[in-house]
């Protein structure tokens, strides 16, 4: 079952430009996670926001997270070609799924040199 | 180096065989996790294992199998019984619950 849902499906921006995507969950959770992927390769970890906390900052990436809305968003400031891939946010649970990540349909990325 | 290493990159299975994904890692993690992601597609959970000789179905498990017999080892099998079996196999780890998961460079399955 998937949980997460990303919106916008896809995004395509200029490079320098900053790119939003946002996510929203339907249930409890332990933490929300964000990858991105490349083109045919595996998934990268990029953030870990947990329950208890609201925004979180890693280089050019802020998340944020709202339990109260069951939502979460990603900003990438002065985007970059490189940046260019599709972003997944993942869910974890409580109890007998902790450690199990539930994932959205990812949003893809196209940052325009 | 330590990671996650999947093998081979592209498998293609011919009609009523069954074939076998490799994953293995050298994190010393604990648990270990089996994606299939369709085309434009998140990630759904096959199977998974927290410890060695034990494993668990995740929301897809009809038409596969696995083992969990080395902690470094959590192979997958396609079987004759899965239709629909062509995807990307993504094989992932993790230490302790509550911290990320790594991802090896998965394995395209086509059928011939």
């Known amino acids: 079952s998937q949980q997460g849902e990303e919106d916008p499906q896809a995004l395509s921006i200029q490079e320098g430009e900053n790119a939003t995507m946002n996510c929203s969950y339907k249930?409890?959770?332990?933490?929300l996670q964000w990858y991105r992927q490349n083109s045919g390769r595996g998934l990268v970890h990029l953030i870990l926001?947990?329950?208890?906390?609201r925004e979180k900052h890693s280089g050019r990436l802020r998340v944020t997270l709202d339990t109260s809305k069951k939502s979460s968003s990603l900003l990438i400031t002065a985007s970059r070609a490189a940046d260019t891939a599709s972003y997944f946010c993942?869910?974890?649970?409580?109890?007998?799924?902790?450690?199990?990540?539930?994932f959205g349909k990812g949003t893809k990325l196209s940052v325009k040199p | 180096d330590g990671g996650i290493t999947q093998s081979p990159k592209y498998l293609f299975r011919k009609e009523g065989q069954n074939v076998t994904l490799s994953c293995e890692q050298n994190?010393?993690?604990?648990?270990m996790y089996w994606y299939r992601q369709d085309p434009g597609q998140g990630l759904r959970l096959i199977y998974y294992?927290?410890?060695?000789?034990?494993?668990q179905k995740g929301d897809i498990a009809e038409g596969y199998s696995v083992s969990r017999e080395k902690k470094e080892s959590f192979p997958l099998t396609v079987t004759s019984a899965q239709k629909n079996p062509t995807a990307f196999y993504l094989c992932?780890?993790?230490?302790?619950?509550?911290?990320?998961?790594?991802f090896g460079d998965g394995t395209r399955l086509s059928i011939l």
């Open positions: 993942a869910t974890e649970g409580y109890g007998g799924s902790q450690g199990n990540l539930i």
């Open positions: 249930t409890s959770i332990n933490n």
């Open positions: 926001i947990r329950s208890n906390e």
């Open positions: 994190l010393n993690h604990d648990a």
């Open positions: 294992s927290q410890i060695v000789n034990d494993f």
């Open positions: 992932a780890t993790t230490g302790v619950s509550g911290q990320p998961q790594h």
